[in-house]
């Protein structure tokens, strides 16, 4: 229990490294969440069909900005989505395009993974061009087989698949994104500077048995899966030790309601409604208020290389309580923690 009595914080304005925000009619609803906290967002390329082409990210750039809110000064950053024929010359439009990573799905791996990775080595040629133009690689880091026990997939995933990939391509940026682990934190913390990781508020506050209390909690199931409390509590260290590696990436992940509440539900926990008031709860519940900023807001853009924004953003300790749902195309969106309080406010 945290002893801080803090009564408001004031931070330079953050940015989310990972979003799914999706298309149509949902980015009437999602875009404006996000604006009205980050500065920027990485926009994760995961539609249907995936982004895979430079023009493609453009133009899914500009229905974005056409769903920010006049007034509000919110940039998202594109990625382009990694397949097995990614051609390299792609990747230097890409860098001209403005987009700033890439992403990779193991096939299978999650939604809209099918068009994903089904083996590295059918990348190398097109990763050789990234780690020349740099262009970072964003990792889903999940192994897909069927016989790995799915909450061991992303450990194994180390050390099948990112140890080899950090060996064979030193200079190229690597995130592990969404990290659930202590075996990820701990691979993190002692990469080099060419290795960062995200973190979701979700996996800082919540451990598996967030999805079984009481009954099953569609809401709460994601992928990778929420682990048990020792790793959600090496995640809590990670955030707040002071290492510039790791740094917010929300992964909020809309899907409509009736997707979720579904015999085969689909993974994804939607929380860009209270993002920052999310992590400002994880945070403060450690006692590490003051640890926010830099993870929210300096160690991202340190990355990859951009510079902070120059606004800033202010919580204050209020409670308040998030709707049940918010309208989704014609569908309903339920967030996390939806009709339950909250104990920070974004002013
Ligand atoms: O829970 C998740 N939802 N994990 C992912 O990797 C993808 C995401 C989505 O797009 O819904
Ligand atoms: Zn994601």
């Known amino acids: 229990m945290s002893k801080d009595k803090t009564s408001s914080i004031t931070l330079t304005r953050p940015d989310d490294w990972h979003l799914h925000v999706r298309d149509g009619a949902a980015l009437q609803t999602v875009v404006p969440h996000t604006a009205a906290q980050f500065g920027r967002a990485i926009i994760m390329p995961n539609l249907k069909p995936p982004v895979t082409s430079a023009a493609q990210a453009l133009e899914y750039k500009a229905r974005i900005l056409a769903a920010t809110p006049t007034g509000t000064e919110f940039e998202p950053l594109m990625t382009l989505y990694l397949t097995d024929n990614l051609p390299p010359d792609e990747i230097q439009r890409a860098k001209e395009a403005g987009v700033v990573a890439l992403k990779l799905y193991p096939a299978g791996a999650t939604t809209n993974s099918d068009a994903g990775v089904s083996d590295l080595r059918k990348t190398y040629a097109t990763l050789e061009a990234m780690q020349r133009e740099g262009l970072p690689l964003l990792v889903h880091g999940e192994v897909t087989s069927p016989d790995i026990d799915l909450f061991d997939r992303e450990a194994v995933f180390i050390d099948q698949q990112l140890i080899p990939l950090r060996r064979d391509f030193p200079g190229l940026k690597i995130v592990m994104e969404h990290i659930t682990t202590r ?8 990469a080099d500077s060419f290795t960062a990781a995200t ?35 090496a995640l ?8 510039a590696k790791f740094f917010l990436g929300t992964d909020s992940a ?8 579904h015999a085969t539900g689909c993974a994804g926990c939607y929380t860009a409604h209270a993002a920052m008031e999310l992590y400002a709860e994880a945070f403060d519940a450690s006692g590490a208020l003051d640890k926010l ?26 409670s308040w309580t998030p709707p049940e749902s918010f309208a989704f195309g ?4 339920k967030p996390l923690r939806s009709g339950e309080a909250l104990p920070w406010r974004l002013v």
């Open 199 to 233: 973190v979701t508020a979700h996996h800082l506050l919540y451990n598996r048995n967030a999805i079984f209390m009481g009954g099953i909690r569609p809401h709460y199931y994601c992928l990778p899966v929420l682990k048990r409390e020792t790793h959600r509590q």
């Open 183 to 190: 075996e990820a934190a701990q691979y993190v913390a002692s």
């Open 293 to 318: 900023e830099a993870f929210a807001a300096f160690n991202g853009p340190a990355f990859y290389g951009l510079p902070r924004n120059t606004g800033s953003i202010t919580l204050q300790r209020q």
């Open 254 to 261: 809309p899907h409509p309601a009736h997707l979720k509440e």
């Open 236 to 243: 809590i260290q990670a955030v707040t030790s002071g290492s």
């Open 330 to 333: 014609d569908a309903e969106l």
